[in-house]
């Protein structure tokens, strides 16, 4: 399986992003898909998670009410939609996808398939 992850960028605070992950060699709706963002300095830390298609989706509160996952399945990709972006959210955003029955979901090593990142930078 192939991720691809585009849609960084560089914003103003309070300005909006859409990440893709495209996925390829399998469907993206039978997995996890797990968004993890790296800042500098910093460890890499978890986005979202959402459940495979139709299951349940998770946020971080760093995010939440901000951010919001969605998938299309006909395209076999799954988005990112980030609004009202804050300097925080400066950081390396990568895809990710697991089993569709995994535990700790939060735990970049449940995830056995990564895209390469795609750098979102906030700044005034």
Not at 57 to 75: C, E, H, L
């Amino acid at each position: 399986v192939q991720l691809q992850a585009s849609g960084g960028g560089s914003v103003q605070p309070g300005d909006s992003l859409r990440l893709s992950c495209a996925a390829s060699g399998s469907t993206l709706s039978s997995y996890t898909v797990a968004w993890f963002r790296q800042a500098p300095g910093k460890e890499r830390e978890g986005v979202s998670v959402s459940r495979r298609s139709g299951g349940r989706t998770y946020y971080s509160d760093s995010v939440k009410g901000r951010f919001t996952v969605s998938r299309d399945n006909a395209k076999n990709t799954a988005y990112l939609q980030m609004n009202n972006l804050k300097a925080d959210d400066t950081a390396v955003y990568y895809c990710a996808i697991g089993s569709p029955i995994l535990s700790a979901q939060w735990d970049s090593g449940m995830y056995y398939h990564w895209g390469k990142g795609t750098l979102v930078t906030v700044s005034s």
